[in-house]
């Protein structure tokens, strides 16, 4: 079974620019999770979808979105980016139907911003 | 909010010797999961070991053993038997039961497991 896939791994971008990041979960899952992870925050949570909705929100400013499609595929898109955005964004996704709180984690997506 | 605190920032161990970490967490949740994930050099999170509150049993999976204590919110790691693949950072991690998927983090652990 295919993990959770993350792309692209890196990226550079200049302030002011956009970015999306795309997060393919585990066949089946359809919840999907980002987390940016920084050395100085650690993990912060950014969102929570499931079935096209946004569950669940952290505490980001409104250039931080995302959405989920039907085939549960996720995507989070950065606007006007800044030099504190550098971090990596981790993707999760879980299968509810367990209801066992395990998320399975991608291998996350760097972003540095100059 | 939840908050989850891991106070010791780095931490050694000689290969075959055990180690602890700590954790410790603040919740007014009743029903709840922690979890102890860990992120090596470079590559995924994966996780370690989980526990249900409502279970007084700790949870224990090969060499890794959690000591939870709820009155205190309490949240240990234990390994035993430490291994070179052991090196990485650990973070625990809490979740509340039901309606999200989200997960609080503390700030994690960084393990080096010694020749």
């Known amino acids: 079974k295919a993990g959770v896939t993350q792309t692209p791994r890196y990226l550079i971008k200049t302030r002011g620019q956009q970015v999306t990041l795309s997060c393919s979960p585990i066949s089946g899952h359809r919840s999907v999770s980002w987390y940016q992870q920084t050395p100085g925050q650690g993990l912060q949570f950014l969102f929570e979808y499931f079935s096209e909705t946004q569950r669940n929100k952290g505490n980001f400013p409104g250039r931080f979105s995302g959405r989920q499609f039907s085939n549960s595929r996720s995507e989070m898109n950065v606007s006007t980016l800044e030099l504190g955005d550098s971090a990596l964004y981790l993707c999760?996704?879980?299968?509810?139907?367990?209801?066992?709180?395990?998320?399975?984690f991608g291998e996350g997506s760097r972003l540095t911003v100059l | 909010a939840q908050t989850v605190t891991q106070s010791q920032p780095e931490m050694s161990v000689q290969e075959a010797e055990t180690v602890t970490l700590s954790c410790t967490y603040d919740t007014s949740e009743s029903n709840y999961y922690l979890f102890w994930y860990k992120q090596p050099p470079s590559r995924q999170m994966i996780l370690v070991i989980r526990?249900?509150?409502?279970?007084?049993q700790n949870a224990t999976e090969n060499r890794f053993s959690v000591n939870f204590q709820k009155a205190a919110k309490s949240f240990s790691l234990k390994i035993s038997d430490s291994q070179l693949g052991d090196t990485a950072m650990y973070f625990c991690a809490f979740g509340a039961q039901g309606g999200s998927e989200k997960l609080v983090f503390g700030k994690g652990t960084k393990l080096t497991v010694n020749p």
């Open positions: 526990q249900e509150a409502y279970k007084q």
């Open positions: 999760a996704s879980s299968l509810l139907a367990e209801n066992t709180g395990e998320l399975f």
